[in-house]
């Protein structure tokens, strides 16, 4: 006589029924298994995570926009299309003058006319900007530029101004150092 320790029960699942019945949680499963459960790699696995949203685009703030303006109104003055004074209404009154030298010892280095540059092809050119905000109101921003094989960097200022119509978005330049 033998005897079946470990026994298999298969049912056909109906036609058009899922295979696992939903109505009844007690029913066994359609096969038992032998010592103690199901091996470890078909245990149930742990519920997932619902997918991480997208992350939202950064909104850039007002320091950054106004350090973008300032810089490009520098790379147009360092080609000579603009003039230093055009610096003016973003700059603080008292520092102005030391900003507009700091920018115009750099043409002076760079010794040519717009013309001149474009036709060889070496305009002055922001290549990247990082800003940063230490403190309430405080910008700081680091702008590399490039003229054909030579980069050097400008480091800007800004503070936050609270008289309306006042600088680019609200801040002004108090410091600019040319690297």
């Known amino acids: 006589m033998t005897t079946v320790t470990d026994a298999v029960v298969l049912r056909v699942p109906p036609a058009l029924d899922p295979p696992w019945p939903s109505s009844a949680p007690d029913d066994p499963l359609p096969f038992e298994w032998p010592k103690g459960g199901p091996p470890p790699a078909l245990a149930v696995p742990p519920p997932r995570r619902p997918p991480r949203p997208a992350p939202l685009p950064l909104a850039r703030s007002t320091a950054h926009m106004a350090a973008q303006r300032f810089a490009s109104l520098c790379v147009e003055i360092l080609n000579g299309y603009r003039p230093p004074s055009q610096l003016r209404p973003m700059t603080h009154p008292q520092?102005?003058?030391?900003?507009?030298?700091?920018?115009?010892?750099?043409?002076?280095?760079?010794?040519?006319?717009?013309?001149?540059?474009?036709?060889?092809?070496?305009?002055?050119?922001?290549?990247?900007?990082?800003?940063?905000?230490?403190?309430?109101?405080?910008?700081?921003?680091?702008?590399?530029?490039?003229?054909?094989?030579?980069?050097?960097?400008?480091?800007?200022?800004?503070e936050r101004s609270d008289r309306p119509g006042f600088g680019a978005f609200g801040w002004v330049c108090t410091l600019v150092q040319v690297v």
Request: charged residues 25%; aromatic residues 4%.
């Open 95 to 158: 520092r102005f003058t030391d900003v507009s030298d700091q920018i115009m010892r750099r043409t002076v280095r760079i010794r040519m006319s717009p013309g001149q540059a474009a036709r060889h092809g070496s305009l002055v050119r922001a290549r990247r900007m990082l800003l940063s905000e230490p403190l309430a109101g405080v910008a700081e921003a680091v702008v590399v530029l490039e003229q054909g094989e030579t980069a050097w960097a400008m480091a800007i200022r800004f």
